[in-house]
């Protein structure tokens, strides 16, 4: 089975500066996909950024990118220029293919960014 | 930007009655899926559905859930007799289709209590 861990339930930072949020997952397999979702209070979970396993490449989405490190089982999201509007749970997730799409989510990071 | 919608946003209902959810998915998307969160936990997949079918379900997903798209609008969750362990947020979510690690766009969630 897959599980996906998220070791910091909540995080803070300051305006204008960068925080990292982690994420390790468990799996056998070799080829999967990993996201992270953001969900602003009282919003839907929208897509911030997402990785390919096969990709050695970082993924990158302006201010957001991805530190992934495939044998170690580490996919953390590095957050630049922090904005208000960051202020969010984020999620991260691993996708098997052909199960039907399924997600295996970890159990969020509340991230509050200060003024 | 197109959403998914979801109704009602709160239900309430005693143990042993029968609910249905609703989820309206993106308009061109074919691929439907539900998640559930149980207070405190994880972003957990219910099951996935595609072409009047369900495509995944996962051991959560027994005989008292059903789902169904009863016009080319709707998708619907339907808890047979609901059960206190039923007491949870419900995400709907829809992909444009069923590419390996397709991003699924979700809705706002309904949180179900169960008395």
């Known amino acids: 089975a897959q599980t996906v861990t998220q070791s910091q339930p909540e995080m803070s930072v300051q305006e204008a500066e960068t925080v990292t949020l982690s994420c390790t997952y468990d799996t056998s397999e070799n080829n999967y996909y990993l996201f992270w979702y953001k969900q602003p209070p009282s919003r839907q979970m929208i897509l911030v950024i997402r990785?390919?396993?096969?990709?050695?490449q970082n993924a990158t989405e302006n201010r957001f990118s991805v530190n992934f490190q495939k044998a170690a089982k580490s996919f953390s999201l590095k957050i630049s220029d922090s904005q208000l509007g960051d202020t969010a749970m984020y999620f991260c997730a691993f996708m098997k293919p052909w199960t039907g799409n399924q997600f295996y989510f970890g159990t969020g990071t509340s991230l509050t960014v200060i003024p | 930007e197109p959403e998914v919608t979801q109704t009602p946003s709160h239900q309430v209902t005693q143990m042993g009655q029968e609910v249905i959810l609703r989820c309206v998915p993106i308009?061109?998307?074919?691929?439907f899926y539900w998640y559930r969160q149980i207070l405190g936990q994880k972003v957990e997949f219910l099951v996935s559905f595609y072409n009047n079918e369900i495509s995944e379900k996962s051991e959560i997903f027994d005989d008292q859930f059903s789902v169904e798209r009863p016009d080319g609008s709707n998708f619907t969750l339907k808890i047979r007799s609901t059960k206190l362990e039923d007491s949870a947020m419900y995400f709907c979510?829809?992909?444009?289709?069923?590419?390996?690690?397709?991003?699924?766009?979700f809705g706002p969630g309904t949180r179900l209590t169960v008395t």
């Open positions: 990785q390919e396993a096969y990709k050695q």
């Open positions: 308009s061109n998307h074919l691929y």
């Open positions: 979510a829809s992909s444009e289709d069923g590419r390996e690690g397709c991003e699924q766009y």
